[in-house]
């Protein structure tokens, strides 16, 4: 059974509940629907409730420098170079048509057409790419294999990227789908993108995974890119309307916000949030910058140890919110 098949009765109707998932989503789904992703994660457990399927969709606005996912930013595919695995034969160089790869390796994004003769060309499977377009179709698919899990442990769907508000149109008829299936739906976002925007998707999402990342403007804009004004629009509208779909996050990151725990704690109690996920600052996305030939600005930083940050579970604990160490 390859991993498409779904079950048919003999009248033709799907006798299983993926099968069944899977014709529900396909309802909601335009024909031709594409959409970029970067990867898919099955049996999560760190990205909403129960067991779930995160999506990592390509494109982001912001470009955080501790960033754990830095290929997905460009929506486009990226290709990742992984030296320790290169031999060094060239083969990749030679067989670019359009003279996209150099050595010392160097990989010039916008001269690549994603033939992807590199990565089929290269023994030593250094080179990978992060990115393929699927049809939302086949994402249901692969989505509503384990509806089973889903169904026992209160699971479902997890949105992430990269921002998912990127590729809004797409993202908007992937939620359609999910919701016709009858999934629960988390969105894991920065919450950088208009409230025009936020108004259209907020019917198809259950759970707001929303960062937080710094409470003032300047030095949100200057480390990330990020418009406090837009993201504060969107905590102050979905606190209004839905504040049991907000969990509110906050990478813990050194010299960057590591001293502002409190005040996002209570920035999220003063909005009616009943969540706070402090995440302790890691390295696990390091050698991604590497195998994009970028610096990584942590290079010389440990893991954030998570035991620093348990204070701050009693200092919620005392003002009626809670607060989790992780996602
Ligand atoms: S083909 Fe692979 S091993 Fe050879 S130089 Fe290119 S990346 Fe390195
Ligand atoms: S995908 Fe094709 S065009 Fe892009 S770098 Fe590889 S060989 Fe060159």
Known sequence: MNQYTIDVDAKGRYSNSRGKCMARMNEGVQKQSMIQVSNIERFATHDGPGIRTTIF???CTLHCPWCANPETWS??????HDASKCIQCRRCETICPNHAITFPFTWKQDLCSDCRKCEDICLAEAISFSGRKMEIADLAAEVCKDWDYYEQSHGGVTISGG??????????????ACK????HVAVETTGNFTQEKLLQALPYIDCFLMDCKHLDADKLAAVTGGNLALIQANFAYLSKHCPDKVIVRMPVIPRFNEDCCKDVIDYAKSLHFKEVHLLPFHTMGKSKWHQMQKDFHYEKDAMMDKESLLPYVDYGKARGIHVQIGG
């Open 57 to 59: 969709l390509k494109g």
């Open 163 to 176: 921002e998912p508000f990127t590729q809004f149109e797409a993202f908007l008829a992937l939620l359609k």
């Open 75 to 80: 929506i486009q595919p990226v290709l990742l």
């Open 180 to 183: 016709a299936a009858g999934l």
